[in-house]
């Protein structure tokens, strides 16, 4: 029996991994509680940030900006186990527990970076007045300090089937969900694809209910959402480049295009992790999404 654990901030222990779905809900309520403290406490380091310190600023709030795609994608995974734990199906729990267990990892890691910009950007001041021989136009001159890429996890295979798909009106729900549209509570995945359409924010054949989503569906929806320039807006691949070009995940995140093949069907998983690492938390490079 495999046992993972999950190591929160303070040093404790989550939990063991199980196959109880009600003992899987547990812990993956605990993550979003634990979610939704280190973005409390994120929040609270970007309130007390000097505003004139503007690299330290745009440190933090980046993390800020990642924790709360996470906090918002949890919420979304919550709901889902917990209609699987009544549907009884055990194996969509462990799914969903597991993609949070990841989430609040993590943030967590995410959250240590925060509170370490204080010391990963230095800030340079200008020489006193009275010191300058001569006018000029020199302003504050920020520098930060480069991190290392974060480590990517190896892929597992994937089933990619008719009935493992990740079918377009799921996938318009939660990117509805990433772009924090004001819809109703109750909202309908009919709802979210006419308020993304409304937007035109959709794959290049339109919406199609039903559907299994593609990797060709994935980038030419995201990119539209971001408002993205692309060389021919006909052609998905050029929307996968202005998504790289952006510095979301697209090669690492989502299933290989190979151009001799039709485009991969995608799965419920890596278009959630797609969505909380890439466009719901974007790199500090990235635009953030301002919808109409």
Request: proline content about 7%; aromatic content about 4%.
């Amino acid at each position: 029996m495999l046992i993972l654990a999950l190591t929160l901030g303070d040093g404790s222990v989550l939990a063991q991994a199980t196959n109880d779905p009600a003992a899987m809900a547990r812990e993956a309520d605990a993550c979003a509680r634990r979610l939704r403290e280190i973005y409390g406490e994120v929040a609270r380091l970007e309130e007390i940030a000097p505003p004139e310190q503007q690299g330290l600023v745009d440190c933090i709030h980046s993390r800020a900006l990642k924790i709360k795609g996470l906090v918002d994608v949890a919420e979304g995974e919550q709901t889902e186990i917990q209609q699987s734990v009544k549907g009884e199906r055990a194996a969509m729990v462990e799914r969903y527990a597991g993609d949070m267990k990841l989430s609040c990892a993590r943030a967590e890691k995410l959250f240590l970076e925060a509170q370490e910009c204080s010391t990963s950007v230095v800030l340079k001041t200008p020489p006193p007045m009275a010191a300058a021989a001569a006018d000029t136009n020199a302003s504050v001159a920020i520098k930060i300090i480069p991190r290392t890429n974060e480590s990517v996890l190896p892929r597992r295979p994937v089933e990619r089937t008719e009935q493992t798909c990740l079918r377009q009106e799921r996938f318009a729900v939660l990117l509805a969900r990433a772009m924090e549209l004001k819809l109703d509570e109750k909202s309908t995945p009919p709802d979210c694809v006419k308020a993304l359409a409304k937007l035109a924010v959709e794959p290049l054949g339109g919406w199609q209910p039903g559907k299994c989503a593609t990797v060709d569906d994935v980038y030419v929806a995201c990119a539209r959402a971001m408002k993205l320039k692309v060389k021919d807006p006909q052609d998905a691949l050029s929307y996968a480049q202005a998504l790289r070009d952006e510095g979301l995940g697209v090669d690492t995140l989502l299933p290989a295009r190979d151009l001799k093949l039709d485009p991969p069907l995608v799965v419920d998983s890596e278009v959630r992790q797609f969505l909380t690492t890439g466009y719901a938390a974007p790199l500090p490079s990235a635009r953030r999404v301002t919808p109409d």
